[in-house]
C-alpha cells in the first residue's frame, strides 16, 4: 500500500552534484540519474521495505545510506543506489508523512536557507507520529492544516518570511547600467 513516485535528474542536477560530491570520488561515478520514491504509510512498513530492499529484492544494492539514525538538514530517509538489471537506480524510501515535510524543506534545502532546527524538530515529530504517537499525529496534522505557515518556518531567507526587496536605481556618469539595490 505504497505511494511509488519516479523522477529523472535535470541536466542542471546533474552538474551540480558532480561538481559538489562525485569529484572528490571520481570512482563512484554518477549512479543517481533515475530514481523512484517509496513512501509507505508507517514506520513499521518502512522497516519491513527496507529490509526486502536489503535482501535484494529491487535488485543488487550498491549503496545505502541511512538518514533516519543521520538526519541531514532534517531530512529523514533511506537511500539506496540499487542495480536493476545494468542500470543503477536510486531509491529513496521514507513514510508519506516524511514525504509531505520532505516536500516543504526541499527547496530551501536546495538553496541552503533551510531552518534545520525547526526542520529537525519537524522530522521528530513525524518520526514520532509514523510510530504511532497519538499525540505527534494530532500535532503533526494541526501543523499540516497551514503549510503556507509551515514552509516558512522552515526556511530561513527573507523571501520566505514575506519580506520584499525593494529596488532603487541609481545612474553614475561612468556606467549608465549601474543598479544599486536596497533592502
Known amino acids: 500500500d505504497a505511494d511509488i513516485y519516479a523522477r529523472t535528474k535535470t541536466p542542471?542536477?546533474?552538474?551540480?552534484?558532480?561538481?559538489?560530491?562525485?569529484?572528490?570520488?571520481?570512482?563512484?561515478?554518477?549512479q543517481d540519474l533515475v530514481g523512484t520514491t517509496i513512501a509507505v504509510?508507517?514506520?513499521?512498513?518502512?522497516?519491513?521495505?527496507r529490509n526486502k530492499i536489503r535482501k535484494g529484492t529491487l535488485g543488487e544494492v550498491i549503496e545505502e545510506e541511512d538518514m533516519y539514525s543521520n538526519p541531514k538538514d532534517g531530512y529523514m530517509a533511506y537511500h539506496y543506489i540499487v542495480k536493476v538489471g545494468k542500470i543503477p537506480v536510486e531509491?529513496?524510501?521514507?513514510?508519506?508523512?516524511m514525504k509531505d515535510v520532505n516536500e516543504l524543506t526541499h527547496e530551501?534545502?536546495?538553496?541552503?536557507?533551510?531552518?534545520?532546527k525547526n526542520a529537525l524538530a519537524l522530522a521528530e515529530l513525524v518520526a514520532k507520529a509514523d510510530k504511532g504517537d497519538k499525540?505527534?499525529?494530532?500535532?503533526y496534522n494541526s501543523k499540516m492544516k497551514d503549510k503556507s505557515a509551515l514552509?516558512?518556518?522552515?526556511?530561513?531567507s527573507k523571501m520566505a518570511k514575506g519580506g520584499a526587496i525593494k529596488y532603487a536605481t541609481k545612474?553614475?556618469?561612468?556606467?549608465?547600467?549601474?543598479?544599486?539595490?536596497?533592502?
Request: glycine share 2%; proline share 4%.
Open 12 to 30: 542542471y542536477s546533474i552538474i551540480k552534484k558532480l561538481v559538489e560530491k562525485r569529484l572528490m570520488h571520481p570512482e563512484k561515478g554518477l
Open 91 to 97: 531509491v529513496q524510501l521514507k513514510t508519506k508523512r
Open 171 to 183: 545612474w553614475s556618469e561612468k556606467s549608465p547600467y549601474s543598479i544599486t539595490v536596497y533592502e
Open 41 to 49: 504509510d508507517s514506520y513499521e512498513d518502512l522497516i519491513e521495505v
Open 108 to 116: 530551501p534545502y536546495k538553496t541552503g536557507t533551510v531552518n534545520v
Open 135 to 139: 499525540k505527534a499525529i494530532a500535532e
Open 151 to 156: 514552509k516558512r518556518s522552515l526556511d530561513t
